[in-house]
């Protein structure tokens, strides 16, 4: 674990955060060559704690991501919850102007097509969906629920918009070296509920708090 306040001497916090991304997505990339069994390690390590946030998964909804890079693969995860119930869902930009993300039904017997910025999610003629689980890819995180994420800001508009709407419980999947102290941070950042590694489940607060076994 890396404490960036005394790496860098930057405090503007958007000036801060984008040098840091540059460390981060390298230091990613290294994790990833380290840990190349980590996408089970996780699966398996998020069967307990769901299935005591959600005991019955028929009917809810669970966002998850198309892994691209060194991000942690959640497609293991993703079939796992499948099998569990779960409809399983994937993020999509409509306007790269407005930066609006949405969240659409994954059927995988569906192609994934290329969105408003390029990457790859479900066709506009899938259903868009408010989810009950949100899992999400990041560059860092605290323990206390902060996440730095690529710096589009598209998460933090549509966890924001969602949770307005209704109760959602946000979860960071990340490598456990991604866990960092003292990161730059906004106002309008969202924090994880909790986080999900390859070496434990750490809930941040009682939204990501399992219930008892």
Do not use: C
């Not at 959600?54 to 060194?70: E, I, M, N, Q």
């Not at 070296?177 to 003292?182: D, I, L, P």
């Amino acid at each position: 674990m890396v404490s960036y306040k005394r790496r860098m001497a930057i405090t503007n916090p958007i000036a801060a955060k984008t040098a840091l991304r540059i460390f981060l997505r390298n230091q990613r990339k290294q994790l990833a060559l380290e840990h190349p069994e980590a996408d089970w390690m996780i699966a398996e390590v998020a069967r307990e704690p769901l299935a005591r946030l959600f005991p019955d998964p028929a009917g809810k909804v669970a966002a998850l991501y198309h892994g691209l890079g060194s991000e942690v693969s959640p497609r293991i995860l993703a079939d796992q919850m499948r099998e569990a119930g779960w409809t399983i869902a994937l993020p999509a930009v409509e306007d790269a102007e407005t930066r609006r993300m949405v969240f659409r039904v994954w059927d995988v017997s569906q192609p994934l097509v290329h969105d408003a910025i390029g990457l790859r999610g479900p066709p506009p003629t899938q259903a868009v969906v408010l989810p009950d689980l949100v899992i999400t890819p990041l560059l860092a995180f605290q323990r206390d629920g902060l996440r730095l994420g690529q710096g589009g800001g598209y998460y933090d508009r549509a966890l924001e918009a969602l949770r307005t709407r209704k109760s959602v419980v946000v979860l960071g999947l990340a490598y456990s070296g991604q866990q960092a102290e003292n990161l730059p941070h906004e106002p309008h950042d969202q924090r994880l509920d909790a986080i999900l590694t390859e070496k434990e489940y750490i809930a941040v607060n009682d939204m990501g708090r399992p219930g008892p076994p």
